[in-house]
T-cell receptor, first 113, second 115 residues
Framework: GESVGLHLPTLSVQEGDNSIINCAYS??????FIWYKQESGKGPQFIID?????DKRQGQRVTVLLNKTVKHLSLQIAATQPGDSAVYFC????????????FGTGTSLTVIP | EPEVTQTPSHQVTQMGQEVILRCVPI?????FYWYRQILGQKVEFLVS????????KSEIFDDQFSVERPDGSNFTLKIRSTKLEDSAMYFC?????????????FGPGTRLLVL
């Protein structure tokens, strides 16, 4: 049968290594960004957010970097654990094209024990 | 920790039938949202709701869809005359206080299958 849907970028890392997941956003006017984690069969789970007046924000084991010049967002996960295996996607808040979040395609992270 | 809940977890319906998806947002939240995610695709915004009226809606949210907050706790999405392409995961989300840029917390989703 025909395959429908997007093929997600994938990232495989060894347990204990650091992971970097990237996201390119589309609207230079976007001023708020969120990283979500989505495990199979579950809803998106908030990880960390950042506003456009910041370049970097750190949470517990996670860091988000924002480069507005090239419209790029990254999520760094330190000491990756098997429980981090999931799809990660970024969401950008656009107020100039309707007040709503636009979600990225996502990256599938697999942590190898 | 408070969380958004959704019922049912799975819904199977015949094409042309109406379905109602239910959500209980986090109790002190004021903004409510519906999103959908077709299998293997991006999460897509449908509608936001505040103060008992729609704040924003996307192109997807046409006359086939409606939302309601029938009481102080439930938030529903009604899909009239379902089509095959309505098959997707439907997520409810809520956020606190004013300003839709506040962090949105998602429910576990309802998987809708239209046959």
């Amino acid at each position: 049968g025909e395959s429908v849907g997007l093929h997600l970028p994938t990232l495989s890392v060894q347990e204990g290594d650091n992971s970097i997941i990237n996201c390119a956003y589309s609207n230079s006017a976007s001023d708020y960004f969120i990283w979500y984690k989505q495990e199979s069969g579950k809803g998106p789970q908030f990880i960390i957010d950042i506003r456009s007046n910041m370049d970097k924000r750190q949470g517990q084991r996670v860091t988000v970097l924002l480069n507005k010049t090239v419209k790029h967002l990254s999520l760094q996960i330190a000491a990756t654990q098997p429980g981090d295996s999931a799809v990660y996607f970024c969401a950008e808040w656009q107020s100039d094209t309707g007040n709503q979040f636009y979600f990225g395609t996502g990256t599938s992270l697999t942590v190898i024990p | 920790e408070p969380e958004v809940t959704q019922t049912p977890s799975h819904q199977v319906t015949q094409m042309g039938q109406e379905v109602i998806l239910r959500c209980v947002p986090i109790s002190n939240h004021l903004y409510f949202y519906w999103y959908r995610q077709i299998l293997g695709q991006k999460v897509e915004f449908l509608v936001s709701f505040y103060n008992n009226e729609i704040s924003e809606k996307s192109e997807i949210f046409d006359d086939q869809f409606s939302v309601e907050r029938p009481d102080g706790s439930n938030f529903t999405l009604k899909i009239r005359s379902t089509k095959l392409e309505d098959s997707a995961m439907y997520f409810c989300a809520s956020s606190a206080l004013a300003g839709a840029k506040e962090t949105q917390y998602f429910g576990p989703g309802t998987r809708l299958l239209v046959l």
